[in-house]
């Protein structure tokens, strides 16, 4: 398995302008979270989708941020307008959904720079 | 709000040396405890703890954790540079698959 994978893997864009993050879970997962990593701020969660459905953005920063999964393959998370604190490693992470709690695996992580 | 402190915040041994890592949480209906290692790129999974008392060992790594007193230890024997890493620590509750990560100790080994 390719495991999750994200694109781009590293973005550079000027502030204001709008920011799309790619995500393509481990086939057969079906929960996927998205976080961001911050030195000062460490992993946050930002929000989390089982089966395709949003269960938990309580960490979205702001109505800048907005996330979506229309399928089981494939979500997004975008910033619109972008802003220089935004600027960290977002990454995908993917599990099966169940209990016990199965492992997240990363993806390799999306490094944004806003300027 | 679920809440994890990792100690110490970062260490610096040499080669050989023994190291033991700290996660201390709260957590309203705590379900696992994860511990994870981050290199250069993305955090890999190490252990999940759900039972006290059960140490849980891959090669040189073992874990434990304690739910009475909550928290868990990450021990490290015979150091190698190799495992110069971010070692993160993460608590999951009953309310779903989703994880609250501590800060992180940042382990650098010295040759």
């Known amino acids: 398995d390719a495991g999750v994978i994200q694109s781009p893997r590293h973005e550079v864009t000027e502030m204001g302008q709008e920011v799309t993050l790619r995500c393509k879970p481990i086939?057969?997962?079906?929960?996927l979270f998205w976080y961001r990593q911050t030195m000062m701020r460490g992993l946050e969660l930002l929000i989390y989708?089982?089966?395709?459905?949003?269960?938990?953005d309580s960490g979205m920063p702001e109505d800048r941020f907005s996330a979506k999964m229309p399928n089981a393959s494939f979500s997004t998370l975008k910033i619109q307008p972008s802003e220089p604190r935004d600027s960290a490693v977002y990454f995908c992470?993917?599990?099966?959904?169940?209990?016990?709690?199965?492992?997240?695996?990363f993806g390799p992580g999306t490094r944004l720079t806003v300027t | 709000e679920d809440k994890v402190v990792q100690s110490p915040l970062s260490l610096v041994v040499h080669e050989g040396d023994t190291v033991t890592l700290n996660c201390s949480y709260e957590?309203?209906?705590?379900?696992?405890l994860l511990w994870y290692k981050q290199e250069k790129k993305a955090p890999t999974f190490l252990f999940m703890l759900?039972?006290?008392?059960i140490e849980k060992k891959s090669g040189r790594l073992s874990s434990i954790l304690d739910k009475k007193e909550l928290f868990s230890i990450l021990n490290i024997t015979a150091t190698q540079t190799g495992d110069s890493a971010i070692y993160l620590c993460?608590?999951?509750?009953?309310?779903?698959?989703?994880?609250?990560f501590g800060g992180g100790t940042r382990l650098m080994v010295k040759p």
């Open positions: 989708f089982n089966n395709n459905v949003p269960i938990d």
């Open positions: 957590v309203t209906n705590f379900r696992s």
């Open positions: 992470a993917s599990s099966q959904q169940g209990n016990p709690l199965y492992e997240q695996y």
């Open positions: 086939s057969g997962h079906n929960s």
């Open positions: 993460a608590v999951n509750n009953n309310a779903g698959n989703m994880l609250t």
């Open positions: 759900t039972s006290s008392g």
